[in-house]
T-cell receptor
Framework: EPEVTQTPSHQVTQMGQEVILRCVPI?????FYWYRQILGQKVEFLVS????????KSEIFDDQFSVERPDGSNFTLKIRSTKLEDSAMYFC????????????FGPGTRLTVL | AQSVTQLDSQVPVFEEAPVELRCNYS??????LFWYVQYPNQGLQLLLK??????LVKGINGFEAEFNKSQTSFHLRKPSVHISDTAEYFC?????????????FGQGTRLTINP
């Protein structure tokens, strides 16, 4: 069964450093998402991406964040200058099409900012 | 805007007992409803979904949920739980409007099954 994959599973970085989190969505899916879950809190929407552009973003997704689909398979989230409060589990998700609502999630990348 | 409230942050249950995890939502437009499960150190797995039609939906692992529009609820139930059901359960909604259809999650309910 096809699944969403994410790398790395755990990333440790120093405050102020740039990180790139990688995701490979399910191959025939058209909509892509990033969510995050700070320890002990709810899962929060960050950004959605469709047709090579951001379709919606939350207030969390400020200028320090960017997303890209550099090729036909990868979907990346970049944090330019990490802060302590960026420490969280980041989930990538994908959805097949406009009439197929369920989003399928990857296993997540745990980001720890020191 | 949509919001989701899961009324119980933790639910301890004995093995083979029934369980109900409560979820209420708020939205000015029609929504799709979902339950996701997160096993320890794993990602989010879709348990079941309500898109339209019958208000009682069945999912994986013997779980079911009932959509109640008048009470804006989507409670999750299982008649007999197993140790392996120990996990965090998240209720989520998205709008029917074309476009991003981002998911809005509840705070999660930690289900602990005791032998």
């Amino acid at each position: 069964e096809p699944e969403v994959t994410q790398t790395p599973s755990h990333q440790v970085t120093q405050m102020g450093q740039e990180v790139i989190l990688r995701c490979v969505p399910i191959s025939n899916h058209l909509y892509f998402y990033w969510y995050r879950q700070i320890l002990g809190q709810k899962v929060e929407f960050l950004v959605s991406f469709y047709n090579n552009e951001i379709s919606e973003k939350s207030e969390i997704f400020d200028d320090q964040f960017s997303v890209e689909r550099p090729d036909g398979s990868n979907f990346t989230l970049k944090i330019r200058s990490t802060k302590l409060e960026d420490s969280a589990m980041y989930f990538c998700a994908s959805r097949e099409g406009s009439s197929t609502p369920p989003q399928f999630f990857g296993p997540g990348t745990r980001l720890t900012v020191l | 805007a949509q919001s989701v409230t899961q009324l119980d942050s933790q639910v301890p249950v004995f093995e083979e007992a029934p369980v109900e995890l409560r979820c209420n939502y708020s939205s000015s437009v029609s929504v799709y409803l979902f339950w996701y499960v997160q096993y320890p150190n794993q990602g989010l797995q879709l348990l079941l979904k309500y898109l339209s039609g019958s208000t009682l939906v069945k999912g994986i692992n013997g779980f079911e949920a009932e959509f109640n529009k008048s009470q804006t609820s989507f409670h999750l139930r299982k008649p007999s739980v197993h140790i392996s059901d120990t996990a965090e359960y998240f209720c989520a909604v998205s709008t029917l409007i074309q476009g991003a259809q981002k998911l809005v999650f509840g705070q999660g309910t930690r289900l602990t099954i005791n032998p």
